[in-house]
């Protein structure tokens, strides 16, 4: 049985898994040795156990599942993962994105893949038909959209996740909410327009706390997959646990 432990810029997740199953997830601010011992008590068939952080490495967490968990893997850049990865610059690669490339391959192997992250930032992660991770681009999110509009400005107003967007925003107000979702729509539906000439087996994936807002909006075939970071992380830990 697998822990899987994803320390993000904002929340710190754990699942159980056996096998490709989520038994069990909790999402939390923080991540303490008391909440990992009451989750390997309640799951003492874990066996294994693997932790991606984005965040400051802290080392009584790494030595509590180092000293509790008999195989343990703390993901960094020289983690082998069952990708090519074709990054310049392997050691400034966020562990997420990589971690979501490798889920969407475990998910359509053999395919052109374009990854949408939109969380606090928007990740567009590309992976080859022949399994080769070959980068991506990084954009703000809509909340940080929204926050760098009002913080920048002097009189423009703190707007949050409308419930319906206008082609012309007819108040300040609603041209701040349409500007920001219809401009986060064309940059999405812009890459696939233009990844889809050259690729007419991409497959695009759609991942974070946004993805279902946009989803039902962009004009393009897609699948969302919440935990695909989570899915990504359990295929390297196996990936690595192999004899």
């Not at 009451?38 to 932790?51: F, G, N, Q």
């Not at 082609?167 to 064309?186: D, K, Q, W």
């Amino acid at each position: 049985m697998n822990l899987i432990i994803d320390i993000g810029n904002t929340f710190a997740k754990t699942a159980v898994m056996e096998r490709s199953e989520i038994l069990h997830k909790t999402v939390a601010r923080e991540l303490s040795c008391t909440a990992l011992e009451e989750v390997l008590h309640t799951h003492p068939a874990i066996d294994r156990a693997i932790l991606s952080t984005t965040r400051n490495p802290d080392p009584a967490i790494e030595a509590y599942l180092q000293e509790h968990v008999p195989c343990f893997v703390r993901f960094t850049p020289a983690t082998p993962v069952p990708l090519v990865n074709r990054y310049a610059t392997p050691e400034t690669l966020g562990a997420d994105r990589l971690a979501a490339a490798v889920g969407a391959w475990d998910i359509a192997p053999e395919r052109e893949l374009l990854i949408v992250d939109l969380g606090s930032a928007i990740t567009l992660d590309r992976v080859s038909a022949a399994g080769e991770y070959l980068g991506g681009n990084i954009s703000p999110g809509m909340a940080m959209r929204f926050e760098a509009l009002h913080r920048l400005t002097d009189r423009l107003p703190l707007c949050t996740t409308p419930q319906h967007v206008d082609l012309t925003g007819t108040s300040t107000r609603n041209a701040i909410e349409s500007g920001v979702v219809l401009g986060i729509l064309h940059e999405i539906e812009g890459y696939i327009d233009r990844l889809g000439e050259k690729n007419e087996t991409l497959t695009v994936f759609f991942a974070g706390r946004d993805a279902n807002f946009f989803a039902e909006k962009v004009k393009k075939p897609i699948f969302v997959a919440y935990d695909l970071v989570i899915k990504g992380l359990n295929r390297i830990l196996e990936y690595n646990a192999q004899p």
